[in-house]
């Protein structure tokens, strides 16, 4: 989701989860992480996005789930399907999947009033060198800023060490769109930024949960933005039509850590 550095309202905060909550969390992540793994197996050259859309949706709905994004801010789709230079918010097409492309795949699910939130990009058969090094400095930027997370620590910090990796291995990280507050809402507070000052931004706060997702591009970070028809959601673009890629995980934060909720087991 976009929004605004610095933007701050009380209505987006997240309140401390219950035992019970936590509970939901837990549930409703790992059907996000069953739902992105069952649909990646079917990527192959040939394959539209819509189909795998579809397979998305219809493995999402055999399990008792329902997607976040259909009709979200009028999403037409199930996922979103972020192919080479799309940044994210990529809408699933009659677009044929080649050989060569780098693909995020998007899923968010939605079960008993919580969300599950993550995505990944896979490579399509041979891609090139430098594509597959992107991929990797994009999943590692994920971790990175994953394990920088501490309680009470700040969203500053991750976005810290996460620019810090990606600027070292010669890319550029995605400054305006990045990671977010999720529970009981799709998007709320905090930004999880993907660059940043240590110990600036907002507060981690314990038994909340928040994304982590890094958007990494293989050239400048400016990026262009195109409207969805019939949506208030938009997609974008990197500017010099490099490549962009880039991974996502839902954590819950504990009173000593964290845990990543997507995780596929
Ligand atoms: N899953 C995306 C995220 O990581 C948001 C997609 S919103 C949609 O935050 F409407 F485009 F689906
Ligand atoms: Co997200
Ligand atoms: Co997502």
């Not at 709905?61 to 994004?69: D, E, M, P, Q």
């Not at 799709?186 to 000052?197: E, L, N, S, V, W």
């Amino acid at each position: 989701m976009v929004y605004s550095i610095g933007h701050m309202s009380n209505s987006r905060k997240q309140a401390p989860l219950s035992r019970d909550e936590i509970i939901k969390m837990k549930t409703v992540c790992q059907m996000a992480a069953q739902v992105l793994s069952h649909t990646g197996r079917f990527v192959k050259p040939g394959i539209t996005t819509d189909e795998l859309d579809l397979i998305a949706d219809d493995f999402t709905k055999s399990i008792g789930g329902t997607s976040a994004c259909i009709g979200y801010g009028g999403y037409p789709k199930a996922t979103c399907i972020s192919v080479n230079e799309v940044v994210c918010h990529g809408v699933p097409s009659s677009y044929k999947v080649k050989e060569g492309d780098i693909l995020n795949i998007d899923v968010t699910v939605k079960k008993d009033g919580f969300f599950g939130d993550n995505s990944k990009t896979i490579m399509v058969g041979k891609v090139s060198s430098n594509a597959a090094d992107l991929v990797d400095t994009a999943y590692k930027a994920m971790m990175i800023g994953i394990e920088t997370i501490t309680p009470n620590g700040f969203t500053g910090d991750i976005g810290f060490e996460t620019n810090k990796l990606v600027t070292r291995r010669g890319y550029t990280t995605i400054k305006e769109i990045g990671g977010h507050g999720i529970g009981r809402v799709f998007h709320g507070d905090p930004f999880i930024p993907a660059f940043g000052k240590r110990g600036k931004g907002e507060k981690i706060i314990p038994w909340t949960c928040f994304t982590v997702e890094p958007m990494v591009n293989e050239g400048t970070d400016e990026f262009i933005e195109f409207d969805i028809p019939n949506s208030g959601i938009k997609y974008y673009k990197t500017a010099d039509k490099k490549l962009s890629a880039q991974f996502e995980h839902t954590v819950l934060i504990t009173d000593t850590g964290y845990e990543i909720l997507t995780l596929n087991n």
